[in-house]
C-alpha cells in the first residue's frame, strides 16, 4: 500500500530514522558535479582583476548526509565567498576549497613511510631495459629511501610507479559540501563567489581625417581570463569602476540590477546602466571565455566626432623667485593635445570606461600613421575627453629670463619673454601655461593674461603661419 505521495509508508519512516540519527554516526555518500550539470552561467568582471561568478547546476542528490565534490570551479576562487543559496530540505554543514592538486611532489608526500615503485632506464646490447626496484620513502627531503637495509639518498630514477591515488588530493580545484538533504532526487544548486584572475580593460582608437578637425572613434574592450577554468556559454557582464576591497574579502550578498538603458547604434554589443556609483555593461550575446584566454569585444562605434586642437607649454613654478642663469634661452616642449565632447551631438553621450586611446592619422597618401596614445579616466557622458598625444614636431619654444629683482623679504619681481615659431602653413595659437604658486600679480604683459586658477597664469598667443611670435611678460611674486 502506498501514502498519497506515492511512497510506501517504511520507506517514509527509513528516510526519517536516517536523517534523525546523529550526524557522527552516518557516513556521508559521496556526490559530484561538474560543468556538464550547469543551466546556467553569468561572469560579472570588474577591472580589478576579479569576477563575480554565479552558477546554477542540476544535480542528482541521494537522501541523507551527502559529501558533495563540486568541481570545475576556478584555481583562484575566494574560498571565504561561496555561497549557496538556500533551497527547502537541503542544508550545509560545511564547506571547504580543496586546492592541494595533484602533481609528483605531492603524489610523493602522501606516500612518506609507504613503498614505493622506482623506474630505471638502462641501455643494455644495444637496448633499452627497465629497472624497477621497490623503496621505502622515508623523506621526501632528498628524497630518502629505505632499499633492503640500505639508507640510500643519492639516487635519480626515471619515474615513480605509485600503486593507487591516495585521498585528499585532487586533479583540479574542488569545492566540497557536506549536505543535509530530505530527499533524495535531482536538485537545482544555485552558487555565487567571487575569483580572481578575471579582468577587462578598454582601449580606444581614434583615427583623424587629414585635417585633424574629426575623427571616428572605436571602442573595444579585451576580457582576459587567468582564472585556471574556462566559462562556456555565459552571460557576461563589466563593472567600471574602482571597488574598494579589503585584504581578507568575507561573502558578498547578489546585487539586484536596475533595468537597462540601451545604448542606440546598430554596431553597439553592449547595454549599459548605472549600478550605485559605477556603470554595469551587459553583453547582449552569451560567451565563452577559454582559460588563458584574451579576447576581444566591440563596445562602441562613432563616427565624425568634432576634435579640437591645442598646442600647450608648461612652465616651471621654480623660476619666479630666483635669478636665471645667464645665457642662451632654454627649449621647452610645445605639447599637442586632443580634446573631445562626449555628448550626444559628436555621436558618443555615453559613459567611457578608463582606457587606452591611440590616434591614427592619414598621411597625403591615404596611410594612417600612429601619432601617439594617452590614458583616459573612467569619464561619464557629457565631459570633455583630453588627450596627451605627444610634442609637437613643427612648433619650437624658447624661454629666457629678461630681468629679476628682490623687492623685499619674500617679494620677487621676474619678467620674461618666451619665443614660439611655427613651422606649418596654417596658423597657430599657443597656450602658454606659467604654474606660479603663492601669491602673485601680473604687472605687464604682450599678451593679456588669464587666471586659470589660484597658482596658474595662461597667455593665448597666436602665431603666424610659417612665423614666430614673441610673449612677455612681468610678474611680481610674493611667498
Known sequence: MRGKSGWKPWAVACCWLLLAMPLAAQQPTRAESTAKNRTSLSITVYNSNFALVRESRRVALPAGIVRLNFEDVPRTIEASTVQLAPAPGLDVLDQSYEYDLLNPEHLLERYVGKTVTLVFRERANGSTIYRRVQALLLSTNGPVWKIGNEIVSDIHPDGYRFPAL????????????????????????????????L?????????????????????????????????????????????????????????????????????????????????????NRR???????????????????????????????????????????TPEAVRLFLTFHNNAAAGLGRPLPAGIVRVYQPDSQGTPLFLGEDRIQHTPKDERVR????????????????????????????????????????????QVREPIGGSWVVLQSSVPAKKINAFTLEFDVPVPANGEAKLTYRVRVTD
Open 387 to 430: 588627450l596627451d598625444v605627444g610634442n609637437a614636431f613643427d612648433i619650437t619654444a624658447r624661454r629666457v629670463q629678461t630681468d629679476f629683482q628682490r623687492i623685499g623679504k619674500g617679494v620677487y619681481e621676474s619678467a620674461f619673454a618666451v619665443m614660439l615659431r611655427n613651422h606649418k602653413d596654417e596658423p597657430v595659437t599657443v
Open 287 to 329: 560567451i565563452s571565455l577559454r582559460n588563458s584566454e584574451s579576447k576581444q569585444i566591440s563596445l562602441l562605434s562613432a563616427a565624425r566626432v568634432p576634435v579640437e586642437k591645442s598646442y600647450i607649454v608648461e612652465g616651471n613654478a621654480g623660476v619666479f623667485r630666483v635669478r636665471q642663469p645667464e645665457g642662451a634661452p
Open 199 to 283: 579582468n577587462w580593460n578598454a582601449d580606444y582608437v581614434l583615427d583623424l581625417n587629414r585635417e585633424g578637425s574629426e575623427g571616428s572613434l572605436e571602442g573595444w574592450v579585451t576580457v582576459e581570463n587567468n582564472s585556471g577554468t574556462s566559462f562556456d556559454n555565459a552571460a557576461l557582464s563589466l563593472v567600471a569602476g574602482q571597488v574598494h576591497r579589503v585584504s581578507q574579502p568575507g561573502p558578498r550578498p547578489l546585487v539586484m540590477m536596475a533595468r537597462p538603458g540601451v545604448i542606440g547604434g546598430v554596431a553597439q554589443q553592449f547595454s549599459q546602466e548605472p549600478i550605485g556609483e559605477y556603470h554595469l555593461y551587459r553583453l
Open 166 to 197: 591516495p585521498g585528499q588530493l585532487y586533479s583540479h580545484p574542488t569545492l566540497i559540501w557536506t549536505l543535509r538533504n530530505a530527499r533524495a532526487g535531482e536538485r537545482q544548486l544555485n552558487v555565487s563567489y567571487l575569483a580572481g584572475g
